[in-house]
């Protein structure tokens, strides 16, 4: 009995049956005595074709105008969702983004959401209809449709539980929760029961392909619980929500992984305040997201700079750190990709000493080389030699006892 | 130099390849000078796809959840030309019904415009922005999506061109224009250069598949001139205008022709007031709409009652009326499908006597029967059997001296 929101990602809506499938889980809650608030994201595949449809006319099609074309596919699911429902003779309907009042910046492609508007769905949801809102798009302050980016139907269903104070808010996927490690390289990796939404904001690589990172955040701001599980199972997911006393159990919840990290070096730079501005203002410019960076002081007035950046973006951040390295009088500059970043994720740390000693000595048992470290209040993550991924995954699974019992 | 809306249908946009076309068609008449406001239909196909993916769901879906899916179409075209106009470097973005403010009343799946607010649209025209605005969709007063009925683009169009004062609302299309009969029936068949709105209103069939009727009578209301014409060469097309003297040397303009027609006949009904309505009033209910209605008068206190219905209405119109018929004592049903409607069409008739005495006369010198007639200020039709049509519009054609110079 209560308010729920219920968000059905693109393989959970792939086609008409899986529609009908989605569909009886709905009424299945609603006939529970739940009010049920609906989110669809566009049906698989849609997306992608929209994108491609777009790609023919020009490489770099107008921001706002592909907006436009993209939320086609959130109304498509929403319309045809509503239609089965309304077929079994349940009160439903429809709401795309401006009609649920998912007000955003106007950041198209990329938009946040800044405020949602609940009256209709309010007064829809007492009348006791199902609301299916279309995720994924929303509207700007002059009346433009702006999508949220990749994902962004689970901001979108958080945002709305938030706004509606639902009592929970779950995310249809088509796997059935979120693992210790990636089970496809760790046997071993068991299905985790409950999650702060701090973990999981820590642990992106593994969480991102689940759930979009920034739609944790706002499940935190506003307390939302998340449960992440699968449309094609009765069985219970992940819980993600707020910290408390029954997870700090384990002192480390889950081990990631992330292939897509290449590493550039300049050695050598000059010891002066304004350098660090230099090296990452033209690569924050050219829309490369820096991940780690590490600064080793060095004598002489001169430090080693290093940092991480997508596999995608190395050759532009290369060639921007080149041109910048000759402007500052930096020695050198080394890059490497292959490189990748392991992780060890929980908020048991918090509590614990010894973490990462036992993480750095896991991996030195293994002649893994260790060459950058970050770390975070719940988190510490080492770049290794990519061929090590694997091995570093299972042996810190292992070492954390987070293996499943056979 | 003045203000173009163009109206672009399924065919003049059913790929990217056509879409290139027009925008370049668009930013001629904007390289001209013109102010222009392109109003565009779903690429052909998809709406009836859409429609056939609502009916695996259900044989009737729910009315306005199947307007929220068929928008899209309309949508993805407008994104897609804004997006092409715009990679062309010409400044131009898409607006949806809501955004065009395109208000309708509720009847979703056929809704009827009543008003635009054009503050938004004439603000970015100012701005000498090329508009492209989703045909076919409006917004109701809840904010719902409505659809305007096939052919609704037509009537966006024409609604559009009135609420901005367009000089000219130029409907491209896949012919070249409206004939003085259908050309895969009567060789001889000319373009009309020049027609009335009352005309176009009163050849429906022929217009029809060019037109929106709906939209003619807009145009009418708000004296906008149409030019009918095709998207795929630069030949001039049709006008559709007020009437003028310049009309009026031709008694007929055109000879048109449907097949879409059934009839029903009961025989002797007692003459009472109020036994019309019993007739009528079931199936109109029913949705059927009726065409031809003729009364013959019969002796003591009885007649006769022919009406026509569409051929996809004629079971349901049928077993209404048995049952009609049962009820008010009508001596008997009599139905017939094989028949067809020929009419004349004719501002030029208003001052012509004779003309119905010569559509007859040409008729009976080929030995087709007149089952039923009616007139109009404008037009004569009679129904004739089916068999026949084709003979019948090709010797009226002739008769009324539309033959074009061999």
Redesign the interface.
Known sequence: MGLIVQKYGGTSVAD?AR?QNVAKRITKAYDNGNNVVVIVSAMSGVTDG?ID??K???ES??K???D??L??GE??T???L???L??MNYPA??L?G??AEVLTDCAFGNARILDIGTS?IKDLVEQHNIVVVAGFQGIDQN???TTLGRGGSDTSAVAIAAALSADICEIYTDVDGIYTADPNICKKARKIGMLSYDEMLNMASLGAKVLQIRSVGFAKKYNVPIHVRSSFTEEEGTMVVNENAGMERLVVSAVTHDKDQARITLKKVPDQPGIAAKIFTPIADAGVVVDMIVQNTRAEGHTDLTFTVPKSNFKTALDIERRVAAEISAEDVLADKNIAKVSVVGVGMRNHSGVASKMFNTLARENINIMMISTSEIRISCIIEEKYTELAVRVLHTAFGLDKEE
């Open positions: 008409l529609i929209l449809m777009a023919n006319i020009t099609p107008e706002r105008e592909l436009v074309l939320a086609t109304q498509t929403a319309a045809l509503a239609m089965t309304k077929a309907l429809s795309l401006y009609q209709r009346g433009n449709i």
